[in-house]
């Protein structure tokens, strides 16, 4: 059966506007060219995510043909598909990823490159089960990149950003949990802003705690990305004009970040994963974690440093990583990277 033509979403002007609108950046295989511009200039295209210092993991995990290795947050692919060209067609990449939507885009993406499940294996699951992926089987190397994608940040209808409005929802894996809409209902005043320092070092967590439980007494709701914005301006209002359009933007990206490492147990879930992290990991096994917050960074550095020191680990990193003047240019959210490393003993 001859499938039917579907036309592209027509956007008005020159330019396309909305997420759905930009056919070329949601389809980067086909317009390549056009991606690259967008990428040269200094801007992630849509729908895509640019890896993160890729060479400097490739050169501390130093994958050789015929091992086996986890990446144990998929995401987009790149660093999957960077790791499965180092294997050279022998050995076996694992990888995990709690979102089922984009999961599925990045298996089809792999296998359509050539990676499909003779030297791929990808499990829909939490990393921080990373003991059950290939229950037996010890890895080579692992990665994690704590990040979460650019995909799933530019589309509105996962709730991630404010520059659009959508569902406040944040969740990972949308099929599971709660909503960051429906936990904000579940937090009184003191518990909000104690999770506003605790995850993302808010310093107005006080205030944007009051404004948000105020606007509750009174009946309002905050159930889009929208709507919570306006309510961190409104309790940021105090501050001088010509202060409050860069600080509004800080506090609700912080706001946005804590509610989202909530939702979806973020710290927990990392705990669990270094904790178990040693007994995958075979003799000289290699792993390389990318952070993207002080929190995270804190938990990564302390699990390797305790490990070195009772001598799980022969060697681990003295110091972070982190990208280059140039990969930060070409990628700006790569600007708050950090990359430590451990290997096993």
């Known amino acids: 059966m001859e499938q039917e033509h579907k036309?592209?979403?027509?956007?008005?002007?020159?330019h396309p506007r909305s997420y759905k609108e930009k056919y070329k950046e949601l389809n980067p295989e086909?317009?390549?060219?056009?991606?690259e511009k967008i990428v040269q200039s200094g801007?992630?295209?849509?729908?895509m995510h640019?890896?993160?210092?890729?060479?400097?993991?490739?050169?501390f995990l130093q994958i050789q043909p015929g091992q086996i290795g986890l990446d144990a947050t998929l995401g987009y692919g790149g660093h999957s598909r960077k790791m499965?060209?180092?294997?050279?067609?022998?050995?076996?990449?694992?990888?995990?990823?709690?979102?089922?939507?984009?999961?599925?885009?990045t298996r089809a993406r792999l296998a359509e490159a050539g990676f499909g499940p003779e030297i791929l294996t990808i499990r829909r699951m939490n990393f921080a089960q990373l003991d059950q992926v290939a229950p037996g089987e010890k890895f080579d190397f692992v990665l994690a990149d704590l990040g979460v994608s650019s995909m799933q940040i530019d589309n509105p209808e996962r709730g991630f950003t404010f520059k659009h409005d959508g569902p406040l929802d944040?969740?990972?894996d949308p099929t599971s949990g709660v909503s960051a809409a429906e936990r904000l209902r579940e937090l009184d005043e003191e518990e909000l802003a104690a999770m506003l320092v605790e995850n993302s070092d808010e310093p107005y967590a006080d205030r944007i705690a009051k404004t948000i439980m105020k606007l509750?007494?009174?009946?309002?709701?905050?159930?889009?990305?929208?709507?919570?914005?306006?309510?961190?301006?409104?309790?940021?209002s105090f501050l001088p004009a010509n202060e409050k359009k860069e600080a509004v933007k800080k506090a609700c990206q912080r706001t946005f970040q804590a509610l989202r490492i909530d939702v979806n147990s973020e710290f927990e879930v990392l705990y669990d994963f270094l904790e178990k992290l040693p007994t995958v990991l075979?003799?000289?096994?290699?792993?390389a974690v990318l952070t993207f917050h002080s929190g995270e960074d804190r938990l990564v550095k302390k699990a390797f440093k305790q490990g070195l020191k009772e001598g799980v680990y022969s060697d681990v990193a003295a110091d972070v990583i982190r990208p280059s003047a140039e990969e930060c240019f070409r990628n700006p959210r790569a600007r708050s990277t950090k990359m430590r490393w451990a290997i096993r003993e």
């Not at 036309?7 to 020159?14: E, S």
């Not at 180092?86 to 599925?104: C, N």
């Not at 009174?218 to 309790?235: C, Y």
């Open 216 to 236: 509750f007494k009174k009946g309002g709701r905050i159930d889009t990305t929208k709507q919570l914005a306006t309510a961190v301006e409104e309790a940021l």
């Open 84 to 105: 499965l060209e180092q294997l050279q067609g022998q050995g076996h990449l694992y990888a995990t990823d709690v979102d089922p939507i984009e999961s599925e885009k």
């Open 30 to 35: 086909k317009y390549k060219d056009d991606v």
């Open 50 to 59: 640019i890896s993160i210092m890729v060479q400097e993991i490739l050169d």
């Open 43 to 47: 801007k992630t295209p849509a729908g």
């Open 282 to 287: 075979k003799s000289g096994g290699r792993v």
């Open 7 to 14: 036309r592209r979403v027509r956007y008005k002007g020159t």
């Open 170 to 172: 944040l969740r990972l």
